[in-house]
């Protein structure tokens, strides 16, 4: 097992602007879903069950927002280690359904140094295989 | 008929009571699993991955809502370190602010929660803030 993919990148492969390597994740399924509603507790039907989703005019069940954020959260473990992450804020800006294959992609926003380390603003998002940016947000991360 | 969700301004600040979390190895494992999350630490139950906060469930007395209308706009976390299993965390969430605003479903309530959590020492841990809307 590798280190976090950006600890081995210099200051200069952190300027603003530097594209991140992405992460690209398995499609998720309704079984993912169940899961995800078990283990996060967050057990509103419109995630599991396509009658309840359709009663409030969607097509059939969504994925939670959350589980997108978790994708994330993944992101920056790999990009960064689980002990440097900050912060992580995001917006939920499109739905996801059963099907969907996400990939987390980011860019450096900003970096500076102090005798912590280096600290890098990243821009952060989630998109589906049709390139929508379905979950979009900023993290802050802190690596030696 | 459907009504329009409305919750009112007065639950700005109603919060939930202090709960106490025990961060365990096994929950760890099936969040990460679920997630397919392929962080070594995380898939062996060590450390909790970033989101695993959202497993903190607490309720505020007065707030009440229908679930399968709300949607879950933004949310954010910020952290002094990550959980770790046998961590007890010390959570509340409170009603930061509600208020209404047009959107592109017409006019939707914004709930605004921030949840709190400490450990033993009383040292903050991590927060999060929520915005969900109701439409």
Redesign the interface.
Known sequence: ?TGPVLAARSDQELDRGSVLPDLR??PITKV?LV??A?????Y???HTDDE?AR??GLEGVIA????S???L??Y???LAG??S????????NEMVRPGDTLTCRGRVKEQTADNAGRQLVLEVWAENQRAERVTVGEAEVQIK | MDQPATLSPDLIGAESEVVLFEVERGAIRKFAEAVQDQTPECLRGEVAPPTFPTTFRMTIPGLTYDLARVLHGAQEYRYERPLRAGDRVHCRVRVADVYQRKGRLGEMTFLILVMEGRDEAGTSVFSGTTTAILR
């Not at chain 1, 078990?38 to 967050?42: E, K, L, N, P, R």
Request: glycine share 10%.
């Open positions: 097992m994740k398995a993912q899961k995800y078990g283990a996060s507790g967050d509103n039907l419109i309840t009663s409030v939670h927002g959350m589980l954020m978790a994708f959260g993944e920056l473990c790999w689980p002990e992450i900050r912060r992580l804020s995001v917006r939920f």
